[in-house]
């Protein structure tokens, strides 16, 4: 899922 | 980091630029609205909040502190630079903005990956900016002539998300189980936003006329 993915977007 | 986002940053950095250009070549700020910028600078402020924690890349880092200080100082000067305050059109900037915050917070107290300060407020500021253009479009409609520096601006600001939503589609193709539905819907809503500006944008730059936004 995308929760476990640091924000590595601006 | 692919080439989508890349652009998507510069395009972003770019628009930043020519706004700042634009109030310091005009020494003015006709055209622009208040009201947006503080939205934005809200939007940078709470989306940013991992500036000291995590460290992605220097890249990340030098970016992040760029959109927070460029967003607070064109507050600053639009609010309280004794010249530039006054050529703000704040009969014009009515834009009941209060409302866009109100409703992101709703929002983002419903619908977030994890019901985290983090999250919660990362959330909130992806649907702030999503609707944070809203006062400026207004602002340009009623405020008939655009000068070609607030139109490049607004053009800009807005094709950089479109760019994200390609990095998006890349990235849902190239990672596996990498899924942004958040920013993909609020992504999507954001650029749409900008579809009769682009639409006006293009007709004026096809005629080589002045921008002309209908009232």
Not at chain 2, 5 to 16: E, K
Not at chain 2, 142 to 157: A, E, I, P
Request: net charge positive; hydrophobic share 50%.
């Amino acid at each position: 899922s995308s929760s476990d993915q640091p924000k590595d977007e601006l | 980091m692919n080439i989508f986002r890349l652009a998507g940053d510069m395009t972003h950095l770019f628009s930043v630029l020519v706004l700042l250009l634009k109030i310091y070549a005009t020494k003015s700020c006709s055209g622009i609205s208040l009201k947006t910028q503080e939205l934005y600078a809200l939007v940078f402020l709470t989306r940013y909040l991992d500036l000291f924690t995590d460290f992605i890349s220097v890249y990340n880092s030098v970016m992040k502190v760029v959109f927070i200080s460029s967003s607070v100082a064109i507050v600053w000067c639009m609010r309280y630079h004794p010249l530039t305050r006054r050529t703000y059109d704040k009969d014009l900037d009515t834009f009941r903005h209060y409302i866009l915050v109100g409703v992101s917070i709703i929002l983002a107290l419903l619908f977030h990956d994890r019901f985290t300060f983090r999250e919660v407020f990362w959330a909130f500021s992806i649907y702030l900016e999503a609707v944070a253009i809203l006062p400026q479009l207004v602002l340009l409609q009623r405020s008939g002539n655009v000068d070609n520096l607030t139109g490049q601006y607004v053009f800009f600001l807005g094709a950089y998300r479109a760019f994200y939503i390609l990095n998006w589609i890349y990235r849902y193709f190239t990672e596996n189980h990498y899924s942004r539905w958040i920013s993909w819907l609020a992504g999507f809503v954001q650029t749409a936003l900008y579809a009769d500006f682009f639409y006006y944008y293009f007709v004026s730059w096809k005629n080589n006329a002045k921008l002309q936004l209908p009232a």
